[in-house]
Every structure is written in structure tokens, then in C-alpha cells.
Nanobody, 124 residues
């Protein structure tokens, strides 16, 4: 049974930082493309970042480029999202997800497994 469990969300002031974690079980994170998505209030889920199976490539949405980094710890089977210089518009529920192939990494349909999400709220 595959489980992805996010943690690390919370309330932070604009300009602050948070690190989200996604602990995986039932899969190994280095066998999948691992991504982060977010769903702002009243909006659709959107792509944030993804890391390749090798870990050698990362891709980010333009809105977070230069502020967020994605990484993973293979030994802990955990994915991370380091978020710096947070803005109120980063407020959303953040989800981690796993994709077996690289064909559709920027859309939700490309991912087979999802976590339950963690709330990030950035106050102005």
C-alpha cells in the first residue's frame, strides 16, 4: 500500500520560510518522479516543482523559481520542499505526488499517488 504523508505546513509571515516533508512508504522515492503541487483557496491544483528519478534534474513553476527548492533523502525515503521568501499568494494546501513516467509532470493527471496535503498560510 502506497502512502505519501506530508508535514511541515503552518502559518508564517511574508518573507519567512518553511520546509515541507513528504514521507513515502510502499514506494521508493528514487524510483519515481516526485512532485509538489498546491491548491490555493477556490482554485485548481497547480504544479509547483518536480525532481527526476536520478535527482539530477529539477523543475519549478515560474511563480516559485528562485525561492523554492526540491530535494529528497533516499535513505529516509522522504521528499522535501524548502520554501523561502514566502508571499501571501503562496497560501495553499500543498500536496506531494509520485509519477512513474516523465510524460506529464506538470499536470495532476501525470501522477499516480498523492498525499493528503498540508496547509501553508502566509500572512501579510
Amino acid at each position: 500500500q502506497v502512502q505519501l504523508v506530508e508535514s511541515g505546513g503552518g502559518l508564517v509571515q511574508a518573507g519567512g520560510s518553511l520546509r515541507l516533508s513528504c514521507a513515502a512508504s510502499g514506494i521508493t522515492v528514487n524510483a519515481f518522479y516526485m512532485g509538489w503541487f498546491r491548491q490555493p483557496p477556490g482554485k485548481e491544483r497547480e504544479f509547483v516543482a518536480v525532481i527526476s528519478r536520478s535527482g539530477g534534474s529539477t523543475y519549478f513553476a515560474d511563480s516559485v523559481k528562485g525561492r523554492f527548492t526540491i530535494s529528497r533523502d533516499n535513505a529516509k525515503n522522504t521528499l522535501y520542499l524548502q520554501m523561502n521568501s514566502l508571499k501571501p499568494e503562496d497560501t495553499a494546501v500543498y500536496y506531494c505526488a509520485a509519477a512513474p513516467w516523465s510524460g506529464s509532470l506538470y499536470v495532476t493527471s501525470g501522477y499516480n499517488y498523492w498525499g493528503q496535503g498540508t496547509q501553508v498560510t502566509v500572512s501579510s
